[in-house]
């Protein structure tokens, strides 16, 4: 059943390293960039009402530059989206008509080069990158050290947290580029997607230093399964009952996504207009 | 006098297109409100943490956050187009009408877009310096008041060369929009004061990547007097000049490189 799809799954291999040149270069400034956050961060704690070695809404120094870090290679590794952009191009040049004749979900496409570009991205880069963070952080004492088997169960429910994180992700992005039917357009759906993300996901900074309500409120929607929660699962800054949560509130996400998603097309694909082809 | 008329009657094209996606424009304003409002807010949260960063109270980094939207305007009014080139125009071939033209490439492209959205972003950068300056006490000298405009306008010329040459790259590797998109992230951190950083980003901030020039010394020194206005004014508008040729050499030799897709 699935088998149909494992074209797409290596076509999203196979785009992803297409451009491993573009990817080196930006691994490369990405470096500088983190080490401007890093120093950013260093100096709000040395501004700090405590002194460099007080905790700021539960993070030590140590544990937010260790934040800072793995954040940045979550992002660049997990999502590695061009779906909405895809949807975007199929409906203005007309060649979604092509799949809506075709014997395979359109829906199920993307999921499927999600994927491969995920594999590929974890394989390529995900692997040394991480081994890296974790082997020199842990180094400099910034991450705790707790038993192998413990690391170990850290490490699986981080790699489910990042596929549940992927899979948000893409669904997230297929409901804003199903939402291009409407718009014909997919420039301001897509900024509004990022910044949605970036904010509340905590890659801009932690959800803990939110107010107390937009906090709670926060912490039930799907964006801090996108990238907080996946990064202290990492950290083991949350226990095991506290991860297995996380990753089942992004499960239930998921479910909850895809269909709203699969609803909003069948809504949306009445409006189709293919526009000369 | 020629390619000024032309300018307008392409931008008065664009405007009419843009028009036709009339739901996506509202959308595109109203998430480029969003985006601002939550880097601020971000700010805000962090700031609310500390007494003040390394010195600088709340409304000391919000001036340098809103002054930071002045130049940034700028350039997004008269160059969005590159983004475009840099991320999708040349990977898909879809450059070749402008090859077949009597007018250089490069001038096409600046012609092909407007984006007033940029308006809005200034508006929002002048009422947040005008909020922060509220609560200031410092007095506004000539030479900081120049410098600060130096800072605003020849700021947006380098950061319209940053992109011209960074897009420029995609003729070669076919896509540079990330990498453009990272270039231009680092604009986020010169939004603070440099004293914040060690010496090695200073320098990267200052000679390499020049958001630092030309956002956080002007406005140091409207709120130290740390620099000579005068003496800083004339480094940005030389690093402007300099980056602006070297944007037109790569521009120039990197489009050359392009190839259609044939399809």
């Keep these: ?277 | 006098m020629r390619y000024v008329h032309l300018y307008f009657t392409c931008i008065k094209r664009s405007m009419i297109s843009r028009l036709e996606y009339k739901k996506d424009t509202v959308v595109a304003l109203f998430s480029f409100f969003f985006s601002n409002l939550c880097s601020l807010a971000a700010v805000y949260f962090i700031l609310q943490a500390i007494p003040a960063l390394a010195g600088y109270t709340l409304a000391e980094v919000g001036f340098f956050y809103g002054f930071s939207m002045l130049p940034i305007s700028l350039d997004h009014l008269f160059s969005d187009e590159f983004w475009l080139v840099a991320y999708r125009r040349v990977k898909d071939g879809d450059m070749d009408m402008h090859f077949l033209r009597p007018v250089p490439v490069i001038f096409q492209i600046f012609a092909e877009t407007f984006q007033p959205e940029g308006f809005g972003e200034m508006i929002l950068g002048v009422a947040l310096i005008a909020v922060c300056a509220g609560q200031l006490t410092v007095s506004l000298t000539v030479g900081a008041l120049v410098v600060l405009c130096v800072g605003a306008v020849f700021g947006a010329v380098i950061i319209t060369s940053l992109k011209v040459a960074i897009a420029a790259l995609a003729f070669i590797f076919k896509r540079s929009g990330p990498l453009l998109q990272i270039i231009y992230n680092f604009s986020n951190y010169a939004k603070y004061p440099l004293a914040i950083y060690p010496f090695f980003i200073r320098t990267l901030l200052i000679f390499v990547l020049p958001f630092g020039l030309f956002i956080s010394l002007p406005v140091d020194t409207l709120l130290t007097g740390a620099h000579d206005p005068w003496l800083l004014s004339l480094a940005i508008i030389g690093a402007a000049a300099v980056f602006f040729a070297l944007a037109l050499w790569i521009w120039t030799r990197c489009e050359r490189r392009y190839e259609s897709t044939g399809s």
């Design chain 1, 1 to 277: 059943m699935l088998k149909k799809y494992k074209p797409f799954l290596r076509a999203g291999a196979i785009d992803t390293m297409a451009y491993r040149f573009n990817i080196l270069i930006w691994a490369g400034i990405t470096v500088c960039e983190v080490a401007c956050l890093v120093f950013l961060w260093l100096a709000v704690y040395r501004s700090g009402a405590g002194g460099m070695d007080a905790q700021i809404h539960g993070f030590s120094y140590r544990e937010m530059i260790s934040y800072v870090v793995l954040t940045t290679i979550f992002n660049f590794v997990t999502f590695n989206n061009d779906t909405l952009w895809n949807i975007n191009t199929d409906i203005k040049k007309g060649t979604i008509g092509n799949y809506l004749i075709k014997p395979i979900s359109y829906r199920g496409k993307f999921s499927a080069t999600c994927l491969g570009s995920l594999l590929t991205m974890t394989v390529m880069f995900g692997l040394p990158f991480y081994t890296a963070a974790l082997v020199t952080l842990g180094s400099l004492g910034f991450l705790p050290e707790l038993s192998f088997p413990a690391f170990f169960a850290h490490l699986g429910l981080f790699l489910l947290a990042g596929l549940c994180a992927a899979l948000l992700n893409d669904a997230i992005s297929y409901i804003f580029g199903v939402l291009c039917f409407y718009t014909s357009s997919g420039w301001g759906l897509n900024s509004l997607k990022v910044t949605l993300i970036s904010f509340l996901s905590g890659t801009l900074l932690p959800l803990a230093f939110f107010p107390a309500g937009l906090r709670e409120l926060v912490s039930w929607m799907p964006f801090a399964g996108m990238s907080q929660n996946p990064i202290l699962i990492l950290m083991m800054k949350y226990d095991l009952a506290a991860s297995l949560r996380c990753v089942a509130l992004s499960a239930v996400w998921i479910v909850v996504l895809e269909l709203l998603a699969k609803l909003l097309f069948s809504h949306a694909v009445r409006k189709v207009t293919v526009q000369g082809g």
